[in-house]
Structure formats: structure tokens, C-alpha cells
């Protein structure tokens, strides 16, 4: 009879690293979104039209370390913001293409054993391409921060909604994606 404890204490240990290696792992995901640039269309007499937004698209890829925890890296294609500026030769139009690749940390949250919650932190090392030299072109690391919630359809499949800004670029990305964990 005083086994008894001792077997159920056993199984329930068992089970418990059973369900915690379950939720640890690889994962790799895409999303696609749209990016407003927040400082790209600041008002000026010598701005004749701008367009701050475009689709984005990324991809990322992680380990979980446990239900709460993971590190997760991300390649992002912010899109292009452009615009029609005055010049001393005529009206002349703008643009500048962004991407960025990057490393977060990312903290979760069940909030049921289907839905999560999420906010992660890191840095991107972003680069700006311009047509024309008198934009200013950037190459630099930057802080990146988000809020997500993912939703498990299935055993290894989740919808992911999120939520991104950077520092310096002064963009956000709002996005829905699929996410794979490896099993």
C-alpha cells in the first residue's frame, strides 16, 4: 500500500517531462504584412506625395527551450517606401527599399493549451537600398520589438498574428503567418 504514492508520484514526474519535452524544439515559420514607415512622410514644402506603406514579408526560424521561453531569428522585407519630392531642377521621386535580419528573444504565454500570447525583444542588422544618392542610406543595428498571439490548429501547425517595431527604421509590421515545430 505505501508503494502506492511512490508509483503515482513516478508517473506523474514522467508525464510532466513527457508534456514539457513536447513543447521544446525547433520551429521555422513565414508571414506576410504590411509595413508603414513612421518618420518617412514627415510633412515639408518640399514633399509633393509620399507613400509610407507597403506589403512586408518575413521569415523566422527558433528553438523553445520550454513553453515560456525560446530564441527565435528572423529575415524581414520591410517593402519600399517612396515618394515625389521638389527639387531645384523639378519634382523628382524617392524611394528605399529596407531588409533586415535578426535575433530575439521571445517570451510566452498560455493562455489555453490552444492559444498564446507573446512579446519578444532583440536586434536587426538593417540595410536601406536607394536609387538615388541623396537619400540617406543606412546599415546599421537596431532594437526590434513585437507582441503576437499564436492559435494551434494541429499537432505541429499554428497561426501567428503580430505586431513589430524597430528603433531606428521607425517601421511597423503588422503580419499573419504559419508556424512548423519540428516534433
Known amino acids: 500500500m505505501k508503494a502506492i504514492p511512490v508509483i503515482l508520484a513516478a508517473v506523474a514526474v514522467c508525464a510532466t517531462w513527457e508534456a514539457a519535452a513536447q513543447e521544446t524544439g525547433f520551429y521555422v515559420g513565414a508571414a506576410l504584412g504590411q509595413t508603414k514607415f513612421t518618420e518617412w512622410c514627415e510633412p515639408s514644402p518640399a514633399v509633393l506625395a509620399c507613400d509610407d506603406t507597403?506589403?512586408?514579408?518575413?521569415?523566422?526560424?527558433?528553438?523553445?527551450?520550454?513553453?515560456?521561453?525560446?530564441?527565435?531569428?528572423?529575415?524581414?522585407?520591410?517593402?519600399?517606401?517612396?515618394?515625389?519630392?521638389?527639387?531645384?531642377?523639378?519634382?523628382?521621386?524617392?524611394?528605399?527599399?529596407?531588409?533586415s535580419t535578426g535575433i530575439a528573444a521571445v517570451g510566452s504565454l498560455d493562455l489555453t493549451p490552444r492559444f498564446t500570447v507573446f512579446g519578444k525583444a532583440g536586434f536587426l542588422m538593417t540595410e536601406q537600398e536607394t536609387p538615388a544618392s541623396s537619400v540617406r542610406e543606412r546599415d546599421e543595428t537596431e532594437f526590434h520589438y513585437g507582441l503576437g498571439v499564436r492559435f494551434s490548429v494541429g499537432p505541429a501547425w499554428?497561426?501567428?498574428?503580430?505586431?513589430?517595431?524597430?528603433?531606428?527604421?521607425?517601421?511597423?509590421?503588422?503580419s499573419i503567418g504559419l508556424e512548423f515545430r519540428f516534433r
Open 54 to 99: 507597403d506589403t512586408a514579408w518575413k521569415l523566422l526560424g527558433g528553438y523553445r527551450f520550454n513553453r515560456n521561453i525560446a530564441v527565435e531569428a528572423t529575415y524581414v522585407d520591410w517593402g519600399t517606401a517612396s515618394g515625389t519630392v521638389q527639387t531645384g531642377s523639378g519634382p523628382r521621386g524617392v524611394s528605399a527599399s529596407q531588409t
Open 158 to 174: 499554428s497561426l501567428r498574428g503580430e505586431w513589430e517595431r524597430t528603433e531606428k527604421l521607425k517601421a511597423q509590421l503588422l
